[in-house]
């Protein structure tokens, strides 16, 4: 075991004592342990899973990867803290404070769910509207002033990401396009029974990992890479998660990924963005160009 494994495990010892700390004090009319739960199972356990495939099955790789072991740490790190302390400590206190009510306890009310059509209509709404949420909030991620601060560690490059590079990200960025767009917004408008909150949170976690796999299994719906690889690639397009946003936003590529990279070099992988000072003047001038048009704000890589 060298320095680097040592220091990892340090860190996620951290982690984990944390969230003996916070997640015991959470008082038992806290309703979220199954649905955390679900979701750590969905990301880590899945995800563990999923790389251990594709590690045996490379063939399915959209390029040949070449994530170390450093890689891998600092990816599960940074998603260890944003599931096991940062999530659970928003939830805490969105409940501690009564600011949204996420799931339906009362027996009248998970029936009128049920029953009521309305409601099933209303969560896949819901999940759209998270959808355009977090594609927005990624373009003006991307805007120079503050790609480096916050969204920068999100770019590793492409041949090194592996499943956990989802939630490889800076926490600010977890809590106003994650926590706001995967856990709350689907929830927000309506709240919903245990089971179908599970399976709602369960699915975003999964999808995030499936996207980020960099692979293709063929025949499979879940594990088709390529969309979001290009995002990673080139990393002025496909900002969503579904083409047809993008296509609205006028920011969609669709191409052949292992053609792009038949010369072993990256687009525009930009690795030392020059971001000037912070003028929140010319931001906010700029949020519209950055949501609706289709100049790209990163420089080609020399």
Known sequence: MDAQDINFFLWCTVKVLLASIIIPAIPSTFN???PLIACWISYFVLGAILLAYLESNKQYYIIPMKWKKSDLYFQLSASSRDLFVVLPTVLFLTHKFNIVKIVLTNPEEIYSFYTSPTSWLMVPGAIIVGLVWRMTIHRILHHPSIY????????????????FSSFNDHPVEFLIMEAVGTFYIPVILNPL???VLVL??????????????????PGSYFVDAEYHFTHHQLTVYNYAEFEILDK????LYIGDA????RDGKFDSIDTDMKAGSFDIVGFTKHIYSLIFSNKGEVSKQA
């Open 200 to 217: 709602v949170w369960s699915w975003q976690c999964f999808s995030g990992i499936c996207d980020h796999t960099n692979a293709t299994i």
């Open 248 to 251: 609205l936003a006028g920011t």
């Open 258 to 261: 292992k053609e792009r990279d």
């Open 193 to 195: 029974p245990m089971p």
């Open 32 to 34: 979220f342990y199954i």
């Open 148 to 163: 480096r601060i916050w969204h920068k560690r999100h770019h590793v490059r492409p041949e090194c990401m592996t499943p």
